[in-house]
């Protein structure tokens, strides 16, 4: 497979968000305004590479060699957590402002299956460390767009004469419903 194709399904083919239903509780619970959807998506875009990175070279030098496979969950949830800790202080100290914003969903990044996810899947596709660096961006940027897409649809659908039985999360889930199916569309799309 090549890398642009790799990158076109990771993101938009087979969305984490659409696609594969991972890492659906921040993409509900963030998405009410565009700039914090954009927060926490650069925030799983980092935490997704950097693991992705230190999941892959523990893996083949330290798990496989040792043949200790079976710590592999453990392992890759520890890296997760680690980095996610070190986003949480750097969002802190930098931007309280979008700190504050993400609220509980920041932590959460860590048990966000999402990241867990392409991690694992880095490995069980065998992928190439190149490969699996690919992987770790596209598919962090398909959680983006998803996410950034949905809030401009939520923020749209705020100030739109909704009934009041779909207001809030009923209409917000018929949206991320209606996405879904836009998105499926992209699954006849071969590179």
Same mark, same amino acid.
Not at 90 to 103: H, I, N, Q
Not at 163 to 181: C, D, N, R, Y
Not at 184 to 189: D, P, V
């Given at each position: ?10 993101? =938009? ?7 594969? &239903? !991972?890492g659906i509780c921040p993409f509900?619970?963030? $998405? ?6 954009? %927060? ?10 950097? $693991? $992705? !990175? ?6 083949? &030098? ?34 309280? %402002? ?20 392409? =991690? !694992? ?22 959680? !983006?767009?998803?996410? =950034? ?9 705020? $100030?739109?004469? =909704? ?13 991320? %419903?209606l996405m879904s199916i836009a998105?499926?569309?992209?699954? %006849?799309?071969?590179?």
């Amino acid at each position: 497979m090549n890398l642009f194709s790799l990158f076109i399904t990771a993101s =938009v083919v087979n969305n984490i968000i659409f696609s594969q &239903f !991972l890492g659906i509780c921040p993409f509900l619970g963030v $998405s009410k305004k565009i700039d914090t959807a954009a %927060g926490m998506g650069l925030a799983v875009i980092f935490v997704i590479v950097l $693991s $992705s !990175l230190i999941t892959y070279l523990v893996q083949i &030098f330290i798990l496989k060699p040792f043949e200790i496979e079976y710590l592999q969950t453990i392992a890759f949830i520890l890296i997760i957590a680690a980095l996610v800790q070190f986003v949480e202080m750097f969002l802190k100290k930098s931007s309280p %402002g979008l700190y504050k914003a993400l609220g509980i969903y920041l932590p959460l990044i860590t048990t966000n299956c999402a990241v867990l996810g392409v =991690v !694992l899947l880095n490995i069980q596709k065998d992928y190439t460390f190149i490969e699996s660096m690919v992987n770790a961006v596209a598919t962090p940027v398909g959680f !983006l767009l998803a996410i =950034v897409l949905f809030a401009g649809v939520r923020e749209k659908v705020d $100030s739109a004469d =909704v009934p009041e039985s779909l207001k809030g999360s009923p209409i917000a889930l018929v949206a991320a %419903g209606l996405m879904s199916i836009a998105f499926l569309g992209f699954s %006849g799309l071969s590179i």
